[in-house]
């Protein structure tokens, strides 16, 4: 069965300061990746994903994703972080198909300005 | 509708009560999920429905949760003999599926209070 792990739980960081956010997910065959954002009071919404094709993602904000299949890894990576990005953030696979898309425990960010 | 679509936004209710609650998805969505967040927790997966595929019910916690999707659009999600562990808040996504790469979108959630 597929599973994702998110191995920090809790990030404070100070403004300006560059980001890497774990994301290890097990399962053998071809997966779907996708990182979620949940900013305080509003619902969940896609940050960006991967499916096929270049194994860096670019997505919304300046964020980006390496999908580094050796390492069954989906590091999500932002250079230069903003308050405004105080936010948890879920990392899910999805192995295909009619697959049920599974999510990581989540990780919460906390930018100091 | 332009999202998801939940109700009730929030519902307080006694223990050993039933309750339902409601979902209905973006239109011409095939996917539909129910996930429960509680604190600390995570997301944690309910159930999943794709088209007319038997659902996949492999994350409700107990006997006591069911749901149905009717017409292939809403769908209810019923805790029966509600617990105070059952309080959480619960978010239905939709997505245009089968295809898993296709974006989840959220609701913004029903949040039970068990008292």
């Known amino acids: 069965a597929q599973s994702v792990s998110q191995h920090n739980h809790h990030v404070i960081l100070s403004e300006a300061a560059s980001l890497e956010l774990g994301c290890n997910y097990s399962?053998?065959?071809?997966?779907?990746l996708f990182w979620y954002v949940q900013y305080p009071g509003q619902h969940l919404q896609l940050l960006l994903k991967y499916f096929s094709g270049d194994p860096l993602v670019k997505g919304i904000k300046g964020f980006e994703a390496e999908f580094i299949k050796s390492k069954f890894s989906f590091n999500l990576r932002k250079p230069s972080v903003q308050w405004s990005d105080t936010a948890e953030y879920f990392c899910?696979?999805?192995?295909?198909?009619?697959?049920?898309?599974?999510f990581g425990t989540g990780t919460k960010l906390q930018v100091i300005p | 509708g332009a999202g998801v679509s939940q109700s009730p936004s929030n519902k307080v209710t006694e223990k050993g009560k039933d309750v339902e609650l409601r979902c209905d998805p973006i239109?011409?969505?095939?996917?539909l999920y129910w996930y429960r967040q509680s604190l600390g927790q995570g997301l944690e997966f309910l159930i999943y429905f794709q088209g007319n595929s038997a659902p996949d019910k492999s994350g409700l916690p107990s006997d006591r949760f069911s749901a149905e999707r009717t017409g292939g659009s809403v769908s209810t999600l019923t805790i029966q003999r509600t617990q105070q562990e059952d309080s959480a808040v619960y978010l239905c996504?939709?997505?245009?599926?089968?295809?898993?790469?296709?974006?989840?979108?959220f609701g913004e959630g029903s949040w039970l209070t068990v008292v």
């Open positions: 399962y053998g065959g071809t997966v779907n």
């Open positions: 239109s011409g969505h095939t996917a």
């Open positions: 996504a939709s997505s245009l599926g089968p295809q898993g790469a296709n974006t989840i979108y």
């Open positions: 899910a696979v999805n192995a295909g198909g009619y697959q049920k898309v599974t």
